[in-house]
């Protein structure tokens, strides 16, 4: 009695209000969740940690989940068990999610079944954590909003963090020109072992300069901004007629000069994965499952954190000196 007793409780990070890192608390006795119809029990090996975490904790972003609840969207594992009406998986196949009912930031986790995937053997555990929300945002902001054409450039502005390397994987898979930033060396040297051409030390005063410099009198067709409160206005500088800044981060407002997007017929664009149609999901995983199959997706694991350190990883997902592929939480 006693084993099945502790058999039905798991490990799980609860938060109980919203504010700072030291909000996640580790509970040990959480019940662990049954699949209802069309959802999967996935036993946790990994779960990706996103910036956008941070701020639903923080209480400071637009959508808040009810209170008390566990986060994590992107975690990667084996089914535990289906519910009534799955035909896709079966208890023992590995997966990879885009997101969680119960919370990924747990030994066990709930996904609706639609938004669940196979992970191939070609990737380990940890990669499939790597996935869901950077790989399918890089793909919306790139090729289902920035609408990219073979044959055109992108900047990835923060290209070393999990969404910058997805962004510069699909890049180079659809036959663009492809230029990263990223703060550190070691962070340069991911970028361009990612399929990056050119790399950029966004630490140093006069980058700016160096990647006009580079792209001539032509500029750059894409930006893909992680950081737009502090890059926004340069990256109107950087842009070639009619191109567009995908606005994929933010940490606050920015001055702009609109006068910048009239000289080039230049959009600022947003982008939001949480808005996209069902339809729109189903042609990024498709994308994605076959640049798994061919090869060239293959995510970076960067900081990897045990469950019971969440709150550092918290901390430094916002204030490390410069990300070196995704952070996960084991």
Not at 274 to 290: Q, V
Request: aromatic residues 6%; glycine residues 10%.
């Amino acid at each position: 009695i006693a084993m099945a007793a502790t058999r039905s409780v798991m490990r799980a990070v609860r938060v109980f209000e919203f504010g700072g890192p030291e909000v996640l608390k580790l509970q040990p006795d959480v019940l662990i969740p049954d699949p209802e119809e069309n959802q999967v029990l996935i036993k946790v090996h990994a779960c990706g940690v996103n910036p956008v975490e941070t701020y639903i904790r923080s209480g400071s972003y637009a959508r808040k989940p009810a209170l008390p609840y566990t986060p994590g969207s992107d975690v990667a594992g084996v089914i535990e068990r289906v519910g009534e009406g799955v035909a896709a998986f079966k208890k023992g196949d590995r997966v990879f999610t885009l997101d969680t009912i119960s919370g990924g930031y747990a030994d066990y986790a709930v996904a609706a079944a639609s938004r669940t995937f196979p992970l191939s053997d070609n990737l380990d555990l940890k990669q499939g954590a790597a996935i869901g929300i950077p790989y399918f945002t890089a793909y919306r902001a790139l090729c289902q909003k920035g609408r990219a054409r073979a044959g055109e450039s992108v900047l990835v502005h923060g290209a070393s963090g999990g969404v910058g390397i997805a962004t510069c994987q699909i890049a180079r898979a659809c036959g663009l020109k492809v230029l990263g930033t990223a703060g550190t060396k070691e962070g340069m040297n991911v970028v361009l072992r990612n399929g990056a051409h050119q790399a950029f030390n966004h630490r140093e005063a006069n980058y700016i300069d160096k990647i006009k410099e580079y792209t001539g009198m032509e500029g750059v067709d894409i930006i893909i901004e992680m950081l737009s409160n502090v890059n926004l206005a340069a990256d109107l500088q950087l842009l070639s007629c009619a191109g567009r800044v995908m606005v994929v981060g933010s940490r606050g407002p920015v001055e702009i000069n609109p006068r910048d997007t009239m000289s080039k017929e230049s959009s600022i664009i947003g982008v939001s994965l949480f808005l996209a149609t069902e339809e729109e999901r189903r042609e990024c995983a498709r994308a994605l499952l076959d640049g798994i199959e061919a090869g060239w997706l293959k995510p970076t694991v960067g900081s990897e954190y045990p469950l019971a350190e969440v709150a550092r990883a918290h901390e430094d997902i916002i204030h490390s000196s410069g990300a070196r592929g995704k952070m996960v939480l084991l």
